[in-house]
């Protein structure tokens, strides 16, 4: 059973920044895809960031380029969110998923993903 701990979440300022973390743990083989994805209560969850195995480097929705960086600490099994220039817009709960078999397919795509943190709210005002 793996599970994925988010961590790094709080309220700030706009303007400001925040490194979230999500840590994995359990028996854990490979792993093929990470992703961010955020939820504003009553509203589905979107893909924030991901890096997909199938491709060369990271992806990121519109509204977070040039201001979020994912990264991975293969080592450490842990998974990073750095997120310059907040605004309120980016308030939501911010969730961990990776996802452990080959997938071919839109790196935004919730079923691409097996395991999923409970998240790390992050509020911006």
């Known amino acids: 059973h793996v599970q994925l701990v988010e961590s790094g979440g709080g309220s700030v300022q706009a303007g400001e920044s925040l490194r979230l973390s999500c840590a994995a743990s359990?028996?854990?083989?490979?792993?093929?895809?990470v992703a961010w994805f955020r939820q504003i209560s009553g509203k589905e969850r979107g893909a924030v960031a991901a890096?997909?195995?199938?491709?060369?480097?990271?992806s990121y929705a519109d509204s977070v380029k040039g201001r979020f960086t994912i990264s991975q600490d293969n080592a450490k099994r842990m998974v990073y969110l750095q997120m310059n220039n907040l605004t309120p817009e980016d308030s939501a709960l911010y969730i961990c998923?990776?996802?452990?078999?080959?997938?071919?397919?839109?790196?935004?795509?919730?079923?691409?993903?097996?395991?999923w943190g409970s998240g790390t709210q992050v509020t911006v005002s």
């Open positions: 998923a990776q996802g452990f078999q080959p997938y071919i397919g839109p790196w935004n795509f919730p079923g691409r993903y097996n395991f």
């Open positions: 359990g028996r854990i083989y490979s792993v093929y895809d």
């Open positions: 890096l997909p195995a199938s491709a060369s480097g990271a």
